[in-house]
């Protein structure tokens, strides 16, 4: 009994250096490979401490085929708190094309996996969950927060405009923390023109991560 016991506790270490040794080397190798991939948008740190988010942007998603205007990553980092947003198309870059090719929603009108597997590979990132939104969800959004809605001069470069919009979301977010959407009309966007993967359990609990260590949340935006 007494050699068993020994025996597993020898198992038990050697597989705790194992996963130590793979946590530390991991970052250096993602690193590596970003360096040697310049279509890689984003490189995101190994962390337990954070969830990464898919914001996708179509025109009408009442409409028979839903056209894609951008795609954005949304990354929260709960020790801190922060929130990245992060363009990922469109972009000057090589696989702007492969998105748009591969661009495709269900027939019940969610992001089709083939189209998440291709942004997780061409960003070199692991989303946990996306958010699917068209033009009135984002007009109703601004409106209801700051009184502007999303003014999109072009479809072919929605970017600034879609900047300056998200960085005065996150900035408000980040002064009135739990008030930020309070008393907005979800039923009005919800589901013909907002749908996510995301639990409303899921999203307060992180919320609630995100403003636990009372500090004010940092917002970054990364456009074109």
């Given at each position: ?64 085929a839903?056209?894609l ?22 972009l ?39 958010i ?93």
């Amino acid at each position: 009994m007494r050699k068993f016991v020994i025996f597993l506790t020898i198992l038990v270490f050697l597989a705790c250096l194992g996963f130590g040794l793979y946590t530390s080397y991991k970052p250096e190798l993602t690193k590596k490979q970003a360096e040697g991939d310049n279509s890689a948008q984003m490189v995101t740190p190994v962390s337990q401490f954070q969830n990464n988010y898919l914001v996708i942007h179509v025109d009408d998603l009442t409409a028979d085929a839903p056209q894609l205007i951008s795609v954005w990553g949304l990354i929260a980092y709960f020790p801190e708190p922060k929130l990245i947003f992060q363009a990922l198309y469109p972009l000057a870059t090589a696989t702007n094309a492969d998105i748009q090719s591969r661009y495709a929603l269900s027939s019940q009108k969610v992001p089709d996996p083939v189209f998440l597997r291709t942004l997780e590979q061409v960003n070199q990132i692991t989303w946990d969950n996306y958010i699917l939104l068209d033009n009135l969800a984002f007009d109703q959004l601004g409106l209801f927060v700051y009184g502007g809605g999303l003014n999109i001069e072009s479809v072919t470069n929605p970017l600034p405009a879609e900047q300056s919009y998200m960085q005065t979301l996150c900035d408000t977010f980040s002064i009135q923390g739990r008030n930020f959407l309070e008393g907005f009309q979800w039923k009005e966007i919800i589901p013909d023109h907002f749908r996510s993967n995301v639990s409303m359990d899921f999203g307060l609990v992180n919320i609630d991560r995100l403003l636990s260590p009372g500090l004010q949340v940092r917002c970054e935006i990364f456009g074109y």
